[in-house]
């Protein structure tokens, strides 16, 4: 229950199009959302974040839009470009909780 | 930048060791998360420490530990190690205990030979 299951594990993407990256969770009880963007031999970096009581939130090229009936949330990368190559790990946090529980990740590479 | 810093950024050791990973929050955050990432488990919640106090802990082993020091710099404390330890280890660091909003340094890479 604690899961948060990502897909796809990699996706491919040409310069230009749309990158969609998909996370599902069983907890009902998370009650925020954020995706983090790691290059290689960084740490992750907060991208953007959402709470359950909003569909879909935007910030420049990247939008998360929320599904709470289906327990699913998706990162959309809208104009992808290369310097966007890079893993994106969804994640959770339960209400009343401090940790992050986190999606395996995909790794995405934006073809010029 | 984060503004979280890690040393060291590199770490080989050999089995049975200790080894100390230290990490500097961002300037004005009191709460500090510890995180193991692996090709095999992906990035898990160890520890996290607000204002000195151990606050939530993850899947920590009881070979590791952590503390927060006064001037709010973390240590966690890996010993009896074996060569499934090795890994990265991100420290993340943010103003609230909450777990929301956390900026994470650029990890300590740990071999275990």
């Known amino acids: 229950q604690q899961q948060v299951k990502q897909s796809p594990q990699s996706l491919i993407v040409q310069k230009g199009g749309i990158s969609i990256i998909n996370c599902a969770y069983e907890?009902?009880?998370?009650?925020?959302f954020p995706w983090y963007q790691q290059f290689p031999g960084k740490g992750p970096a907060l991208l953007i974040a959402i709470r359950p009581d909003v569909s879909e939130k935007k910030e420049g090229r990247f939008t998360i839009s929320f599904n709470k009936s289906a327990k699913q949330f998706s990162l959309h990368i809208m104009d992808s470009q290369p310097g966007d190559s890079a893993t994106y790990f969804c994640a959770a946090r339960t209400q009343g909780a401090q940790k992050l529980v986190f999606g395996q990740g995909t790794r995405l590479t934006i073809n010029p | 930048d984060s503004g979280v810093t890690q040393t060291p950024k590199h770490l080989i050791t050999a089995t049975g060791q200790r080894v100390t990973l230290r990490c500097s929050p961002r300037?004005?955050?009191?709460?500090v998360y510890w995180y193991q990432q692996s090709l095999d488990q992906g990035l898990q919640f160890l520890i996290q420490?607000?204002?000195?106090?151990?606050?939530a802990k993850g899947n920590i082993l009881e070979r590791f530990s952590a503390q927060q020091f006064p001037d709010l710099h973390s240590e966690l404390n890996l010993s009896s190690l074996e060569l499934g330890d090795s890994a990265l280890y991100f420290c993340?660091?943010?103003?609230?205990?909450?777990?929301?909003?956390?900026?994470f340094g650029p990890g300590t890479r740990l071999t275990v030979l």
């Open positions: 300037s004005g955050d009191l709460s």
């Open positions: 420490y607000y204002n000195g106090e151990e606050r």
């Open positions: 993340a660091s943010s103003v609230e205990a909450s777990g929301t909003q956390q900026f």
């Open positions: 907890n009902t009880a998370f009650d925020y």
